[in-house]
């Protein structure tokens, strides 16, 4: 049995911030600032080279925060990831490779998708927790609704291109439930330390949920 599985992630949280740490030093920050303005999913994403210390760090330092990995793009990063502490791995694609080795691993595996062919291929390693990325240049809330119609059992977090505007009506539609993004976690204002500002920006997407 997964220890979280993939749809504990998802319903977790309505939003899942995509983090890019590319200084050590602001990682216990930004995640501490996230999960006291009531984000607790995290996905730090492998993009830089402090990305594993960063989970490993914030597994350690925030016992409230569920930590995943991001931008897992090949089996060497899926490992390295689960041996910094990931609590589920998110990747913006899907590949046989990652698949086979998701099946090693009770760690919960979140791939991207973004055809029905890649729906129907997670679906044959019966992973149901989707993320639909880039969500808004491949048909967005359009596509999720067509989706539906297909993939009754798939549930999606689409990420790429979700903002303030658009946000609220992805979380309506019924096969959507969270959304993935970096509107809320301006890679400027984590480089500039601004924490308030980030706060700021979580608290309110939250709150326009409620
Ligand atoms: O690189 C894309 C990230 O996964 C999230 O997309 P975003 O910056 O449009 O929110
Ligand atoms: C797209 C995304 O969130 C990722 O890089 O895993």
């Known amino acids: ?13 309505p939003v899942i911030p995509v983090m890019v740490i590319d200084n050590l030093k602001n990682a216990v920050p930004l995640a501490k600032t996230l999960v006291e303005s009531g984000i607790k999913v995290l996905e730090i994403t492998l993009r830089t080279e402090c990305g594993l210390d960063a989970i490993k760090l914030i597994k350690q330092e925030i016992p409230d925060a569920i930590v995943g990995a991001g931008t897992v793009l090949n089996p060497v990063q899926f490992e390295q ?15 046989e490779s990652l698949l086979q ?9 979140i791939p991207g998708v973004a055809t029905a062919s890649e729906i129907m291929l997670a679906k044959q390693y019966d992973l149901h927790c989707l993320k639909f990325f880039p969500a808004e240049i491949n048909g967005g809330i359009k596509a999720l609704q067509a989706f539906s119609s297909v993939f009754p059992e798939i549930t999606f977090c689409p990420t790429g291109g979700i903002n303030e505007k658009n946000y609220l009506n992805y979380l309506n539609l019924k096969n959507v439930m969270c959304v993935g993004g970096s509107w809320f976690v301006p890679l400027s204002a984590v480089k500039q330390e601004n924490f308030a500002l980030i706060a700021q920006l979580a608290q309110s997407t939250i709150e326009g949920i409620q």
């Open 1 to 13: 049995m997964k220890k979280l599985t993939a749809l504990d992630v998802l319903t977790q949280s």
């Open 81 to 95: 990831a689960i041996i910094a502490g990931a609590q589920f791995i998110i990747s913006p694609g899907i590949t």
């Open 101 to 109: 080795k998701s099946i090693l691993f009770d760690v919960s595996f």
